[in-house]
């Protein structure tokens, strides 16, 4: 790898060069292929990059690639230089001029570049001419009309590149990208207000197409109703996309979409262009015999123009050869959300889900909590396998959604393989194949490419429009790559069709709900919606069990005979023909099949409470850990997979230490023999407030006893006799009412949480003598004197009530029933901050929110006895004294005042921590633990 000061030195004998010669480099016949010979390929050579691929690696792993370029019209097919990490993940393009062009004025050398990399969703790219070097900020949506100046984050002339060396040294070159300084430069540099993300656009674009299609259709074709609306509108886009994204990819010819709106019936032209595709995909995408609705329709040709125009250059903004799968999955997961609703004239309207209404929006994974679950899951399990051994292992999402963890476990599962045959050096033929598993260029053969695909990944959603979409992600995962030349290839030499069926892989049903549901005898509406489904049938070749050993004649055998049948037997038979080579002739295969291998995904986060109930009384009936979807899925889970199979998913952290979850966290404890997690905070899904935590379980009983959720400083509050909270006062909630019944001015006094501080009450409002009759079930509540505490909180805000004020549902009050515990004793321990370190310990999860308490929380903490007399009447004194000094601060108007009270309140706080500490027992050194934690 190139030093730095060997890099100034030939980047200084470039600029040299190029000042002497400058008058001849200018000229227009000076063209672009030399100036990247003799000038850029030099240049980044000098910071360190393989730009000539001197490493001898395969095309795939080549540190940079370069690209042919393809005019069409005035637009260039692919950016000149992509410069990537070890493993081929792009960092930045590179688009090259010759002097000649004004790179800092001209338009459209701008417009290039910015467009591939907002598709790639690349924070950066550069164009230079080896004269002038432009770093762009490729966050921003680029529009063809911008200036030249727009989004330009950095301008250098070659004058400038030795005094601005330290940038370039420190921001492009090999060795400072492989130690994180790529990433802290475009943090700080790119200017992320107005930003404009291509999967947000994205989605734009086909929530546009969506509202085009589904009024034309339903104009139309009043025949059919919502569900077939839904589903033709859905194939259609998908279809469309595809396409699209195959003729950017090489793989159909160019313009091939845009022909169908040049004359005739456009959707006419449309549909035998997807008949076409058909014979050569196979992907079940285009299976026009299985669609019965497509056909017949009518579409208006203005609708499908619309379409396809926003499809092409200038109105489209998108690469699609560079726009990764990942980023349509994310746009895809948000457009799923929504559903296509007739009215009764036949008008159609978009419109969320109930579903995802109820659960607050649709949550789509950040790529790096799909990498971090798939890396610990199935790359744990394939560590030191063969190929062989790893066709075997079976991995499901069970709430698969857009498909964004199956895409990632096949994404790793297809560099997995790559790695392991480019590493037997050539050696990679196997016996009975059509073709070697890798091409030439070292990327693996499509056949290859689909028996991983059609082997290890499964996917279940009750949306079949998910189900679709999941498909379609990973078939365009298993095309990257493939080219119209590689495609004709197969067709002609083995009559193979590219792609394969994945009806058998992924499925539409109701992961939680089985078909012993149908008891109840349901009718077709709750059929069509709660989608009963029975894994063993769905995945026969996953639940065989041990005596269900099937050698390779007889599947053969099967296979044959399978021929004679429906269209689906032939999908299945095919598939074994696929993958029977694999296998030696006797060997047994399925045997160890009890379940799958590897679970991974995002499970729904929606309680109980907004489901149906006939759906909600089955999983109440079925299942332990009932608290809420994501708990009944894990349980669910762990009765899907074999013994040392792993489970990675990304839920709420609330059940790591919420009472409600008790029944989880036992399951888990008994049903797995190992756990991990990992706490995300708050910030992982965009707009929504939710403490997530990424876990990792392995199946098996455990050999001894064990607690994963085990706190050790339970320890500290165990040093002395103690009694919960719950067995010393009757605790109950506030009034069932909002914000919206408190006055400022009537007769009832009622406060509500966000009036309620620690040792003190800031606002007293009311409520009408209505409102009172109406919610007032128990008077006895209110009464003084009364511990009140705020539901919500990083720590607990609680005071005594002397007033019989009334609360609102977001305070808990405390009376006490056993009358030798003083209240200011129980307000001075709820209000130390030993407590508050037990609330971060065992009642709040890692959180920048204010979490709820929740009253058996409240009910567990453990009070010491008042055994200690001197010190539980010294804590009493100075809990009087701090309430008086918070009241008289409360009343006081001068500063200086206010100061001198909040001095006594300091030290008064200050010594009930001390007083509390030596009530539990602590020492000095837990004492700092404590402190270290509350700070």
Same mark, same amino acid.
């Given at each position: ?470 498909? /379609? @992600? !990973?078939?365009? #995962?298993?095309?990257?790559?493939? &080219?119209? %030349?590689?495609?004709?290839? =197969?067709?002609?030499?083995? *009559? ?59 599947? /053969? @055998? !099967?296979?044959? #005979?399978?021929?004679?049948?429906? &269209?689906? %037997?032939?999908?299945?038979? =095919?598939?074994?023909?696929? *993958? ?59 009765? /899907? ?295």
């Amino acid at each position: 790898m190139t030093d730095k000061e060997t890099a100034y030195g030939k980047i200084s004998e470039l600029v040299i060069r190029f000042k002497e010669q400058y008058a001849s480099y200018k000229k227009a016949d000076y063209n672009e292929t030399l100036t990247r010979r003799d000038f850029i390929d030099p240049f980044f050579k000098a910071l360190g990059w393989d730009v000539d691929n001197k490493n001898g690696y395969a095309e795939s792993y080549r540190e940079v690639i370069h690209e042919d370029k393809v005019k069409v019209g005035k637009a260039t097919k692919a950016p000149d230089y992509s410069f990537r990490l070890p493993g081929g993940k792009r960092l930045f393009f590179v688009e090259a001029k010759k002097p000649y062009i004004s790179v800092k004025e001209e338009i459209q050398p701008a417009y290039q570049v910015r467009r591939y990399g907002w598709s790639a969703k690349l924070p950066i790219s550069i164009i230079t001419d080896f004269e002038e070097f432009s770093v762009y900020d490729c966050t921003k949506k680029p529009k063809p009309t911008d200036k030249a100046s727009v989004a330009r984050i950095k301008y250098l002339s070659y004058e400038e590149y030795l005094t601005e060396f330290e940038f370039l040294w420190d921001t492009f070159s090999k060795e400072r990208v492989l130690k994180g300084s790529f990433d802290k430069y475009v943090q700080s540099d790119t200017n992320k207000k107005g930003t404009a993300t291509v999967d947000k656009e994205f989605l734009q674009s086909l929530d546009n197409w969506r509202t085009y299609l589904a009024t034309s259709i339903s104009w139309n074709n009043k025949v059919l109703d919502e569900d077939e609306i839904n589903f033709v509108v859905q194939q259609t886009i998908d279809r469309i996309i595809f396409l699209r994204i195959a003729e950017d990819r090489g793989v159909e010819p160019e313009n091939n979409i845009a022909q169908c709106i040049k004359s005739g019936n456009y959707y006419s032209n449309l549909y035998n262009l997807f008949l076409t595709a058909d014979e050569k995909y196979n992907s079940g995408l285009f299976d026009l015999k299985k669609d019965t609705v497509s056909k017949n329709i009518v579409i208006d040709n203005k609708v499908i123009k619309n379409i396809i125009e926003e499809l092409y250059y200038p109105k489209c903004e998108y690469a699609f050869d560079v726009l990764p799968v990942e980023i349509l999955g994310t746009a895809y997961e948000q457009f799923l959300g929504k559903v296509i609703r007739i009215t009764s004239s036949h008008h159609s309207k978009i419109e969320e889900k109930p579903e995802v209404r109820k659960a607050g929006g649709v949550y789509y994974t950040p790529q790096y909590v799909v990498d971090y679950i798939v890396q610990n899951t199935v790359g744990k399990l394939v560590e030191g396998k063969t190929p062989k051994e790893v066709c075997y292992i079976k991995i499901l999402d069970p709430a698969c959604g857009s498909g964004s963890f199956l895409l990632g476990a096949y994404q790793y599962l297809l560099d997995w393989h790559k790695k392991y045959y480019n590493n037997l050096k050539g050696n990679t033929t196997s016996k009975g194949r059509k073709e070697d598993v890798l091409r030439p260029d070292g990327n693996l053969t499509t056949t290859e490419k689909k028996r991983i695909l059609l082997n290890n990944i499964y996917g279940v959603d009750i949306d079949v429009n998910a189900v679709e979409v999941s498909k /379609l @992600s !990973l078939l365009l #995962k298993c095309m990257e790559g493939e &080219t119209e %030349a590689s495609i004709n290839q =197969q067709l002609r030499l083995f *009559n193979d069709r590219v792609l394969p069926t994945l009806d058998n892989n992924i499925k539409c049903g109701n992961s939680l709900v089985g078909t012993d549901f149908y008891d109840n005898q349901l009718s077709l509406d709750e059929d069509k919606r709660i989608k009963p489904f029975n894994w063993q049938k769905a995945f026969p070749l996953v639940f065989l069990k041990k005596n269900d050993n099937i050698k390779k004649q007889e599947l /053969l @055998s !099967l296979a044959k #005979k399978a021929k004679y049948h429906a &269209t689906k %037997a032939m999908e299945y038979a =095919q598939e074994i023909e696929t *993958n029977i080579d694999s296998i030696n002739e006797n060997d047994i295969i399925y045997s160890n099949y009890v379940g799958f291998d590897v679970i991974i995904g995002n499970p729904p986060y929606v309680q109980l409470s907004n489901i149906d109930n006939a759906s909600h009384s089955y999983l109440l009936t079925h299942f332990s850990a009932n608290s809420d979807l994501y708990s009944i899925f894990i349980e669910r889970c762990l009765s /899907l997979v074999k013994d040392n199979s792993n489970i990675g998913f990304i839920v709420p952290s609330l059940f790591l230490k919420g009472v409600r979850y008790e029944s989880l966290r036992a399951i888990i404890n008994t049903q797995c023999y190992n756990f991990e997690f990992k706490e995300l905070g708050d910030g992982v899904f965009e707009n929504v407030k939710m403490p997530t935590c990424i876990i990792l379980l392995k199946k098996g009983k455990p050999s001894l006893q064990q607690n994963f959720f085990y706190n050790k400083n339970l320890n500290l509050f165990n040093k002395v006799s103690t009694i919960k909270l719950g067995e010393i006062a009757e605790i109950h909630r506030g009034l069932e009412i909002g914000k919206n019944k408190l006055l400022d001015n009537e007769e009832k006094e009622c406060i509500t949480g966000s009036s309620l501080n620690r040792y003190a009450i800031t606002k007293i409002k009311y409520i009408s003598r209505k409102t009172h009759n109406d919610f007032l079930k128990n008077e006895a509540y209110f009464l003084s004197p009364k511990i009140i505490v705020r539901e919500t909180g990083n720590k607990f805000y609680a005071t005594i009530d002397y007033k019989n004020l009334l609360t609102t549902r977001s305070i808990y009050n405390a009376k006490i029933r056993k009358l030798n515990f003083s209240y200011d004793y129980i307000l001075g321990i709820l209000n130390s901050k030993f407590l508050e370190f037990y609330f971060k310990q065992f009642i709040s999860p890692n959180t920048k929110l204010f979490p709820k308490i929740r009253i058996v929380q409240l009910q567990e903490i453990p009070i010491p006895d008042n055994s200690e007399k001197q010190k539980v009447i010294e804590l009493e004194k100075i809990v009087q004294q701090i309430l008086l000094l918070y009241s008289e601060k409360q009343q006081t108007t001068l500063r200086s005042t206010s100061e001198q009270i909040q001095s006594k309140i300091d030290y008064c706080e200050d010594r009930i921590n001390e007083i509390v500490y030596q009530i539990y027992g602590l020492t000095a050194n837990e004492i700092k633990i404590v402190e270290g934690d509350t700070e």
